[in-house]
């Protein structure tokens, strides 16, 4: 397996906000949890992403929530911090996001190059993760330091897959953060294109673990780049290339723009569970961790008092 991080030096966390027990309609207080739903727009059907990099052929069992829609649940209906830039959201059409069972797919895309897949039959994906779980347990020093829970990723949910055909990688990781009762699950898709990787994070708890991993599998199905940005439309004269392999995108990926060396943010994107891109020790593997959100069950309860 290809080592790919090799020069990243002076690494460090920054002070991270956590994720607390928000009022979801605090903003609104008259607001009840079906006028809050009614305020979102859920479209079906064949969706065309922001910058026509990528279409949704979405079946009757989902939605799509557009980019506004997807902030103010985020914020609003699941207490999160603002500022999360996505493309959009994809959720369950039988589920209430707002109850406690409720999950969704966060929408991104990473514009950091053509993502070459020669090291798919090549990665250890054993070792690979216990390259992960070495770097959890250096990465939670400076949890504790800065308040937070040490945070455990305890294995692979789903190793993961690479489907050479449709050039899509996905896999699931079980985590575990002190103090928790229940184990959370992050289950991620990469769709690789011509100038970067379309990146669907679903984030729920381990106990949904069968159903989201079903589900899952048909978002794979229905989501395709627009021609002209699809994998094989790569110009290898004209495009550029990634930095980093299939192995990186499992281990966290790297963010291009920030540079190879100097001081790199760890970053909080508090998609309904925390969402805490971690950065290994000097010299070691860049990694992806996703904890739990602490307080979905009482914001739902909250919102439900107010009807």
Known sequence: MRRIVIALLCLSLTAILPARAADPVAAQPTMTMAQFLASLTFREGKIKLPGDIATLDLPSNFRYLDQADTAK???????????????????????????????GVVVTYDKDGHVKDDDADTINYADLLKQMQEGTLENNKERKEQGYAPMTLVRWAEQPSYDKAQHKLYWAQELHTEGDKD???????????????????????MDQIAYVKREMKNVTAFTEFTPGNRYTDFNPTSDKVAEYGLAALVAGGIASKLGIFG??????????????????????????????????????????KRE
Not at 188 to 196: A, T
Not at 285 to 299: E, N, P, S, T
């Open 263 to 304: 001081k790199l943010l760890a970053l909080l994107l508090a998609f309904k569970k925390i969402i805490l891109i971690g950065l290994a020790a000097a010299g070691g593997w860049i990694y992806q961790l996703f904890g739990r959100k602490k307080a979905a069950k009482a914001a739902a309860v909250d919102l439900s």
């Open 73 to 103: 649940l985020l914020t609003d209906g699941w207490g999160n911090p603002p500022g999360a830039k996505t493309l959009g959201m994809i959720v369950p059409a039988a589920v209430n996001p707002l109850s406690p069972e409720g999950w």
């Open 183 to 205: 184990n959370g699950l992050n289950y991620n898709i990469r769709v690789l294109g011509r100038e970067g990787v379309l990146v669907l994070n679903a984030v729920a708890s």
